[in-house]
């Protein structure tokens, strides 16, 4: 059984770039978070799909965008790249419901030069 | 508003219980989260408590919960060193969503 999967692994870009990340969910789930973690931080959450829609937004600006497609799997699109981006982007996946446990995938280390 | 805290730093002997705390904000929570990341990995969930329970025991782990002064422990018995890592405590936010509000995390250095 596969757990949350991410690609890819790492990833460099320039100031003023944009970036794909993708998400496969643990088997079972339908619910996908995305979360970012800047070095020697916590997670910070930025968005959470559900059905195909961005259901919750955290405190992060329009350039963040995402998708859903119908197998639950999520994409992380970022635009106009700022050196602040640089960081390690989660995917969580989890059952739909309060309370239900997420699980992460490994990352994706992104860092803009 | 939300906000999680947790203490920088702990180190403990091989084989002594290490004891890592979290104080949290939001009164609404109902789930509150550990989680452990090693270097150059994503989070692994280790053990969650619902808000209406005062403790929970997983193997190694125990979880205790006090929602009067909002503080939250996890006691490891037994520490090996392979516990080394970064452990973060996590609130749900307690609109069903599941939005998790992390803490900076504790650096767990388990020495032999």
């Known amino acids: 059984d596969a757990g949350v999967t991410q690609s890819p692994t790492h990833l460099i870009k320039t100031r003023g770039q944009q970036v794909t990340l993708r998400c496969s969910p643990k088997?079972?789930?339908?619910?996908v978070s995305w979360y970012q973690q800047a070095l020697g931080q916590g997670p910070q959450f930025i968005f959470q799909y559900y059905e195909e829609e961005e259901r919750q937004r955290g405190n992060f600006p329009d350039r963040f965008s995402g998708l859903q497609v119908p197998n639950y799997s999520s994409e992380l699109n970022v635009n106009a790249l700022l050196l602040g981006d640089s960081a390690l982007y989660l995917c969580?996946?989890?059952?739909?419901?309060?309370?239900?446990?997420?699980?992460f995938g490994d990352g994706t280390r992104l860092s803009i030069l | 508003g939300e906000d999680v805290e947790q203490s920088l730093f702990l180190s403990v002997r091989e084989g002594d219980s290490s004891v890592i705390n979290c104080t949290y904000t939001?009164?609404?929570?109902?789930?509150l989260y550990w989680y452990k990341q090693e270097p150059g990995a994503g989070l692994q969930l280790l053990t969650y408590?619902?808000?209406?329970?005062d403790m929970k025991q997983d193997q190694r782990l125990t979880v205790l919960l006090n929602k009067k002064d909002k503080h939250l422990s996890l006691r490891i018995a037994d520490t090996q060193t392979g516990d080394s890592a970064i452990y973060f405590c996590?609130?749900?936010?307690?609109?069903?969503?599941?939005?998790?509000?992390f803490g900076t995390g504790t650096r767990l250095l388990v020495s032999p």
């Open positions: 969580a996946s989890s059952r739909n419901g309060q309370g239900q446990p997420q699980h």
């Open positions: 996590a609130e749900g936010d307690g609109t069903g969503f599941q939005k998790l509000v």
């Open positions: 408590i619902f808000s209406n329970m």
């Open positions: 939001d009164s609404s929570s109902t789930y």
């Open positions: 088997s079972g789930h339908d619910t």
